[in-house]
């Protein structure tokens, strides 16, 4: 069957299951879910996507994502033209501008529409205050559309999705949802949520595929530069990945309630380096002309992100009170694995901790006046929570290590709560934290946690890293931090868990 043929048998198909479903459930339950809908998407040109949705009405609002684009009054509606709509027996449906970028139009409930409309792809020339990176842009080489920027939905959500692209010969489509058998540029979606909290690149790159244990890591190298160095992206890619498998004793364990067994990070070189996340997506830019610590960030931002799978995906705080647990804990983690894959080693280690992080966690206003457990308070506080969840977790392990002859470390913490959480929808809580550390240690934190965790006082973190026989200092909030002529080989040990050697 050619493609075309394909689509038009899939679109026939879709039809009448749901015209026979709704005959049949006339006397039931309307308020269900409604059936099957279809996006077909041609991306031939590298202007524009025109897409074509299919969809049983299930109210009058069409919508996009409520997340991003506030910049605009009418949100990500702002790049979408040429929006005309037909019912199944032919008819014109009018579909009318709402505030805030929404349409309204007039259908039945249950009428099968088919909607189409034009995503122009000029969100470059705006001004984006989380960069590009999220939202969508283009290349020589191809085009990045974050879901938010691509799709127009209807309703809570069908029972499954199809997504058909369209794109010029040579080209793929690099996208996080699950490939059709079919057609290499056919994918299946649960849930509206999914579709739009995504990301995808189509167009001429190159895509790696790491298996492991039922989860695949996606990785899309795009243009002649980024394309030029796969083995170095290939290296951190899968290095990382192996880094935290073997580390958590197994690969992502999501909630039943957020499942996942995906994710997908795309690289492509651009002007201004930068890093974000969507879902289970990761897109990174990378810019030769960078300076090293600007390249440096990038890396960080793929190895931090990816450890959210497990910290943060698989197993997750009550409350907001555990942040600097999440985002902290997770920045440890990330200098661990970038040191243990070679992209850093124990000099950019220790200029890390202090460059990027105690600078940040001395300057911040909230440390000394604020508890790190206000976690709303992150994006403005990044120096007492992110910074400060990283001290706090390195003091902890510094303080199992020391008790325990370097037997034990936050790594069995890490390792406990995930095999404890990991697959379930429970939550752990900051007590949870406590006694778990307590029990590591075999020494009571409470001490510990009132003073620093739900205190506000300044962790001494240099007194806690010299419990590895380093010599560290802090003056003029500068943390300097030295090997020792001699170190016992306790302290050789505890050095290497310290950096993730192992
Ligand atoms: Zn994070």
Not at 97 to 107: C, D, L, R, T, V
Not at 143 to 155: D, I
Not at 306 to 333: A, Q
Not at 395 to 414: E, F, G, P, V, W
Request: charged residues 20%.
């Amino acid at each position: 069957m050619t493609r075309a043929l394909y689509f038009l048998h899939r679109f026939a198909m879709i039809l009448l299951v749901s015209i026979a479903c709704s005959a049949q459930n006339q006397s039931f339950d309307k308020a269900g879910p409604a059936r099957d809908a279809l996006y077909e998407i041609s991306m031939l040109n590298l202007d524009y996507a025109l897409v074509s949705y299919t969809f049983e009405a299930t109210d009058g609002v069409l919508q996009m994502s409520s997340r991003g684009a506030d910049q605009f009054e009418n949100r990500w509606a702002t790049f979408i033209s040429d929006l005309s709509a037909v019912s199944e027996s032919g008819q014109n449906i009018a579909i009318n501008p709402m505030p805030h970028g929404q349409w309204s139009f007039h259908a039945e409930k249950g009428t099968v529409v088919k909607l189409s409309y034009r995503v122009n792809l000029d969100h470059e020339k705006h001004v984006w205050s989380g960069g590009i990176d999220g939202v969508a842009y283009k290349r020589d080489h191809g085009v990045f559309y974050s879901g938010r920027s691509l799709f127009v939905m209807n309703g809570r959500g069908p029972e499954s999705i199809t997504v058909n692209f369209e794109v010029p010969e040579h080209w793929k489509v690099s996208a996080v949802w699950d490939q059709d058998e079919t057609g290499t540029n056919s994918f299946r979606v649960d849930t509206y949520d999914e579709l739009s909290e995504s990301m995808l690149f189509a167009g001429e790159h190159e895509q790696f595929i790491f298996k492991r244990d039922g989860f695949e890591l996606l990785l899309a190298l795009g243009g002649e530069e980024i394309i030029a160095k796969n083995e170095d992206y290939v290296n951190l890619a899968s290095g990382v990945l192996d880094y935290y498998i073997k580390l958590m004793g197994g690969v992502p364990n999501p909630s039943p309630e957020n499942p996942f067994h995906r994710a997908l990070v795309i690289i492509n070189p651009y002007e201004q380096p930068d890093g974000e996340v969507i879902g289970n997506c990761i897109s990174i830019l990378e810019s030769n002309q960078a300076d090293p610590m600007a390249q440096m960030i990038s890396r960080f931002v793929y190895a931090h992100e990816l450890f959210h799978l497990w910290n943060g995906k698989s197993f997750f705080p009550s409350d907001l009170r555990c942040e600097w647990f999440k985002e902290g804990v997770s920045n440890y983690y990330t200098l661990k694995a970038l040191y243990h894959v070679g992209v850093l080693n124990e000099e950019s280690f220790f200029a890390m901790l202090n460059g990027f992080f105690y600078k940040r966690y001395a300057s911040d206003p909230g440390v000394g006046s604020m508890s790190m457990t206000q976690g709303n308070e992150k994006h403005d506080h990044w120096g007492l929570i992110y910074s400060g969840g990283l001290f706090a977790g390195i003091s902890q392990d510094m303080i199992i290590r020391k008790a325990t002859n370097n037997k034990h470390s936050l790594d069995d913490l890490m390792r406990g709560i995930f095999s404890d959480l990991g697959g379930t929808n429970e939550s752990y809580t900051l007590e949870d934290l406590q006694n778990r550390l307590s029990e590591l240690s075999g020494q009571e934190q409470a001490e510990f946690f009132e003073t620093y965790i739900d205190g506000s006082r300044k962790i001494p973190f240099d007194e806690y890293l010299k419990f590895s026989g380093l010599h560290s200092e802090i003056k003029l909030d500068n943390l300097s931090i030295l090997r020792q002529q001699e170190e016992s080989p306790q302290e050789k040990e505890m050095i290497q868990g310290l950096l993730g050697a192992n």
